[in-house]
């Protein structure tokens, strides 16, 4: 059975469950990171030198650590297209944006630990704007590429829309002024009609 270490508040670790539950794959789930420590013990340092979460042990003793990467090698093993895309074309237009997550959400750590992690006396209200502010031509890359397909690969779902669909849910959560965003938000309401999605992502902010 496929092991999952990670608290379900972690936005990395709700990937991990998300494409879990896509995959209909039977997993023990362990609590780990945050309060619940275990990340810092000889024991998991010797699975992700890290001390961060999600980590993963197949059935077979593979592990991996990286949210992305083991939605990746999960798909590849255990999918079948269209959430593993077939061709080597459409995995690499799922992959750029798995990547373009990596590379262009940074702002979002800034604005969800600012207004949901941290105490209203201690936030930095110069730090959270200065984050909605950039977030808002970066979201908008996101809703023009829809305005013609349902997904980010085109019509079907692709492990592509993993990590990027997570940080759409808190965006679209945060009490923030943001811009219409049509587009997004179609994508937001056929999303949430995911089992998985709706389990393990589409869920209060905390």
């Not at 810092?40 to 890290?50: G, I, K, V």
């Not at 940074?106 to 950039?134: C, H, S």
């Amino acid at each position: 059975m496929l092991t999952i270490w990670g608290r379900t508040n972690s936005i990395n670790v709700m990937k991990v469950l998300w494409v879990a539950e896509e995959l209909g794959l039977k997993y023990d789930r362990k609590d780990a990171g945050g309060a619940f420590g275990v990340v810092d013990t000889p024991e998991y340092r010797a699975l992700n030198p890290n001390g961060r979460v999600p980590t993963i042990r197949d059935d077979d003793g593979t592990v991996l650590w990286e949210s992305n990467t083991i939605t990746r090698y999960l798909c590849a093993r255990y999918g079948q297209p269209p959430l593993c895309p077939a061709t080597p074309p459409l995995r690499a237009k799922a992959e750029m944006w798995m990547d373009w997550q990596l590379s262009s959400l940074g702002d979002m750590t800034a604005l969800f630990w600012g207004l949901i992690r941290t105490a209203p006396e201690k936030r930095d209200l110069a730090v959270i704007e200065r984050a909605r502010k950039n977030l808002e031509p970066v979201w908008a890359i996101v809703d023009r590429h829809l305005s013609d397909k349902h997904y980010l690969g085109g019509d079907a779902f692709t492990y592509g829309d993993i990590p990027v669909g997570c940080f759409v849910h808190r965006y679209l959560s945060l009490p923030i002024e943001r811009p219409g965003l049509s587009n997004l938000q179609g994508y937001y309401q056929r999303l949430k009609q995911r089992p998985g999605y709706a389990k393990w992502v589409a869920v209060p902010l905390t």
